[in-house]
């Protein structure tokens, strides 16, 4: 998993340069693609150093089936005409290697660097749930939350009443098979004790915990099989310090997907996109929430599973474009869809290579304005790999 960008870098730089010598006035940016890649876990933008520039952080199974985690920090060699970037391991981070793995990044001590939060599993009966602690020199303090390690499981920071505390959202199932969702809130010290909500316990969930309603806390949307292996999608209201079941859903739920809180339309309400296989075919449904009840908001996002999504302002017009990537009915494609304000998306003409279960994530890597985005994943003609495609005029290249 070591990654030794010197000699990419000195030939991007002394390419470029010849190309300076010779007239040419271009900036060119070159991303060395040397990059490890993982599947069933998750993979993060951070500026992890403070540097203003964003690392990577990717967390699940090798390309072996091996346990992983590591962060990588962007580096740059900058002359006329050229920015050349890599991204090292930063093998002194001492984060515990994890199968199945989620991550989540957020400074939970209010020092201004960012935290992670990493659950997943080491073997089929020892899994964990970690803090590190970011010091700020690319070392981290490993803490012990007191938390349950999960089996494909979800874990999120997120501020539950509003108090300025970062509490910890966790679901997925137990070495002992047993389905667990739980909020374990903060007391502002990093202690953390479960809030013993009501909320359902889930295996394989995908979940997004965000405020739904703008009343200043956290609502969570939630889908996966629950204890009697039945597939369920739920959304839990949080008000008067309680969780509360909304209806509206019935059985629809997304397999092999993803859901995500995202306001499409530019109302004062989010929306819910979700995406995946259910009933033998894929699925996507968004729905719409009006204050009282929800409705379908009609997308022209096409159905997919075996997919991942995320939303961006690509154009920066003030609404949120998709990232979305996966089997979109019988082939593997990767989408670039344009908002066009009113929640129905426009693709924007480019053809790009599918995976399948795909992890990506959108970020300005290069730092000129625009959103770029990493994707890691394979497809039947192409291993497991990592690609980061750079934006130029809203169209992408690696």
Request: include cysteine; proline fraction near 4%; hydrophobic fraction near 40%.
């Amino acid at each position: 998993m070591k990654s030794n960008p010197f000699c990419a870098l000195l030939s991007a730089f002394f390419i470029t340069l010849l190309a300076a010598c010779n007239g040419s006035t271009a900036v060119q940016t070159t991303v060395n693609q040397n990059l490890p890649a993982v599947y069933a876990g998750s993979v993060n933008w951070v500026d992890a150093n403070g540097d203003n520039w964003p690392d990577l952080f990717m967390c699940g199974r090798d390309s072996l089936g091996q346990p992983f985690a590591g962060l990588f920090q962007q580096i740059r060699v900058t002359a006329p005409g050229l920015t050349a970037i890599s991204f090292q391991h930063q093998s002194n981070a001492g984060f515990l290697p994890l199968l199945d793995a989620s991550s989540d990044w957020a400074d939970v001590n209010g020092d201004g660097k960012p935290d992670l939060l990493l659950c997943g599993c080491q073997t089929l009966k020892r899994c964990t749930t970690l803090i590190y602690l970011n010091q700020g020199n690319g070392q981290f303090t490993a803490l012990d939350p007191g938390i349950t390690g999960l089996h494909d499981g979800q874990v999120r920071w997120g501020d539950l009443e509003g108090d300025g505390d970062l509490d910890i959202l966790v679901s997925g199932y137990s070495p002992e098979f047993f389905h667990y969702t739980e909020v374990f809130v903060n007391d502002g010290n990093l202690h953390f004790t479960p809030a013993k909500t009501a909320l359902e316990g889930f295996a394989a969930p995908r979940l997004s915990w965000a405020d739904m309603d703008g009343d200043g806390d956290l609502d969570l949307a939630i889908a996966g099989f629950n204890r009697g292996d039945t597939l369920k999608m739920q959304v839990w209201e949080f008000a008067n310090g309680a969780y509360r079941m909304m209806d509206g859903f019935g059985q629809t739920a997304p397999w092999y997907g993803t859901l995500r809180w995202v306001n499409l339309d530019q109302d004062k309400h989010l929306e819910l996109f979700t995406s995946g296989f259910q009933n033998g075919k894929s699925m996507h449904i968004t729905y719409d929430w009006n204050g009282t009840g929800w409705t379908h908001l009609s997308t022209n996002i096409p159905p997919a599973f075996h997919l991942d999504a995320d939303f961006a302002d690509l154009d920066q017009d003030n609404d949120q474009d998709i990232l979305l990537s996966g089997n979109t009915g019988g082939s593997f494609k990767t989408l670039v869809l344009k908002n066009n304000g009113q929640g129905n998306f426009i693709s924007t003409g480019q053809a790009l290579d599918g995976y399948s279960d795909p992890l990506l994530k959108w970020a300005d890597v290069d730092g000129d304005g625009d959103f770029d985005f990493i994707i890691m994943g394979g497809n039947p003609q192409n291993p497991l790999h990592t690609r980061i495609f750079l934006n130029k005029n809203n169209q992408f290249s690696n």
